[in-house]
């Protein structure tokens, strides 16, 4: 049974920093593309980044230089260390893994960015 279990969000002021962590079992993580999505109030659940398999990364515009992604392999987890952070990152933020082209998604963290 595949779980993502995402941890980490909350409230913080804008410049403030967060790290979100996803916890993930059932699947062979180390093989698997690992992502992050958000979705804001009214808006539609959109990309923000994801880190290969092979270790490269990839990122939505808005959020390249502020926020890095990254995995530990060894305890099948995946981060993403936001910085910088603004009122327009708010939003539930969804862990994502892509294995063997199936795609499962976790239950999501609130992150809320005051001004």
């Known amino acids: 049974q595949v779980q993502l279990v995402e941890s980490g969000g909350g409230l913080v002021q804008a410049g403030g920093s967060l790290r979100l962590s996803c916890a993930a079992s059932?699947?062979?993580?180390?093989?698997?593309?690992m992502g992050w999505f958000r979705q804001a109030p009214g808006k539609e659940r959109e990309f923000v980044g994801v880190?290969?398999?092979?270790?490269?990364?990839y990122y939505v515009d808005s959020v390249q230089g502020r926020f890095t992604i990254s995995r530990d392999n060894a305890k099948n987890t995946v981060y993403l260390q936001m910085n910088s952070l603004k009122p327009e990152d708010t939003a539930v933020y969804y862990c994502?893994?892509?294995?063997?082209?199936?795609?499962?998604w976790g239950q999501g963290t609130q992150v809320t960015v005051s001004s």
């Open positions: 994502n893994a892509y294995s063997f082209m199936q795609n499962y």
């Open positions: 059932g699947f062979t993580f180390s093989t698997s593309a």
């Open positions: 880190i290969r398999r092979d270790g490269i990364k």
